[in-house]
């Protein structure tokens, strides 16, 4: 009997999985549970588990391949009753990382032909569906379709490896990769639609329908720096690569604004230097601020429930749940892992939920669940020189939340009706929000409630 090994859903956002390593071959014997493949995804990267003992009969997903969920990567023939005692197992390779070597850096080409008038009306008009035909609609992103642009590049031409041969960044870079070293890129397969078929019909939308600009040439590009001796060359790791791509959607679609409130956290303060000492020897864990911080956003979220909100498509929605993302630093790049259902706990249910998460992360075994869902952020970057800034937002959400450094200054307060000097700790706390979504207002009166929470700080330790 044969079983297939498939591409789970590791997430409720996680509709595809790359094949980052294979870790056994054709013809091993594999035991149930032993680690098969790396998988990568844009939210975690993770191993797959054999769902059972046999041989490894085929291998079907090749090393780079992106494929959906529920795809079959490989087959297990199960053995006979009688195969078990005669079959050796293999066991399970190792599957080191290698650091990437340094790489050097060749001159920019010539630049391509311009590119055509119909790939820049595509680009303008961000994420667009051809029409369909026989074959169905080919979808390229707002990133693929810029690059395209700015590079002169026909999209018809670059081979997709994603789902229905759609073309990833990374496949127009591969693309671009192979022209600059002279090379021929493979042509992608016969296509029935795209944009460059769809262009032949007539337009159906305003945007089509207008002129294209003139075009002058490609279009700014950066002066391509030459590494020198000494220069340490480190290519993108997948998750930084991630993590940019996803800076920059945010910022090219949602219009952020920035707002700054001054808190008094001195109560704040004071309430965890009582607590702390009987905190940390009941639940095995120091209280810092930031559980504080997060208990005051979600009271927060509670009163401003447009706040905790999702852009999706044309319309926003209000979320039911408060899933409060908390931003976390690795070697590797940023993780923003999520508290579920965070309005339903106390501040030491919210501490736990850090802790736990913090131990994931800190233990590489962080889920891709872990991290999705989230309707709201807070960020914490550190203690030490960090006044105040304002982060980009993370997608689909409409606002995040960045704290500031806890400092001590002298501050101008009311005693007995008169004013006074003194020693406060005090903290800015700085609101990026989504204006398509959250007017001045709205983001003012947030920002201002949440300040007011943690300056009274009336929580239950």
Known sequence: MAIDVTMPQMGESVVEGTIAKWLVKEGDVVVEDQPLVEISTDKVDTE?????????????????????????????????????????????????????????????????????????????????????DAGGPRRFSPVVLKIAAEEGIDLSRVPGTGIGGRVSKRDLQRYLDTLRKGGAPAAAPPATNGVAQSSSRPATTAA??????????????????????????????????????????????????????????????????????EFARREGFNLTFLPLAAAATVRALKEFPRMNASVVGDSVVTRREINLGIAMDTDEGLLVPVIKAAEGMSVVGIARAIETLRRK????????????????????????????????????????????????????????????????????????????????????????????????SDFEL
Do not use: C
């Not at 002129?211 to 002066?223: D, N, Y």
């Not at 609101?431 to 007017?439: F, K, N, W």
């Open 48 to 132: 797959i588990p054999s769902p059972g003992a046999g041989r490894i009969a085929k291998i079907v997903a090749a090393e780079g391949q992106t494929l959906p969920v529920g795809a079959t990567l490989a087959v297990i023939e199960q053995a006979g009753a009688e195969a078990p005692a005669k079959l050796k197992v293999v066991a399970p390779k190792a599957a080191p990382k290698p650091e990437p070597a340094p790489v050097q850096v060749k001159p920019a080409p010539t630049p391509s032909p311009a590119p055509s008038p119909q790939l820049l009306q595509a680009a303008g008009a961000g994420l667009r569906e051809a029409e369909p």
């Open 208 to 277: 089509a329908t207008a002129p294209a600009p003139a075009q002058s040439g490609p279009g700014f590009k950066p002066p391509l720096y030459q590494p020198v001796a000494g220069d340490i060359v480190e290519p993108f790791t997948r998750r930084r690569k991630l993590i940019a791509e996803h800076m920059v959607y945010s910022k090219t679609h949602s219009p952020h604004v920035g707002t700054v409130a001054e808190v008094d956290v001195t109560n704040a303060m004071r309430l965890r230097e009582k607590h702390k000492d």
């Open 361 to 456: 992360v800190a233990g590489k075994k962080i889920t891709a669940d872990d991290l999705a869902g989230g309707s709201f952020t807070l960020s914490n970057p550190g203690r030490e020189g960090n006044l105040y800034g304002f982060a980009i937002i993370n997608q689909p959400q409409v606002g995040i939340l960045r704290m500031g450094e806890v400092k001590k200054r002298p501050v101008v307060v009311e005693v007995d009706g008169a004013d006074a000097l003194a020693i406060r700790t005090m903290m800015y706390l700085a609101l990026s929000y989504d204006h398509r979504v959250v007017d001045g207002v709205l983001g003012n009166s947030f920002l201002y409630r949440t300040a007011r929470i943690l300056e009274e």
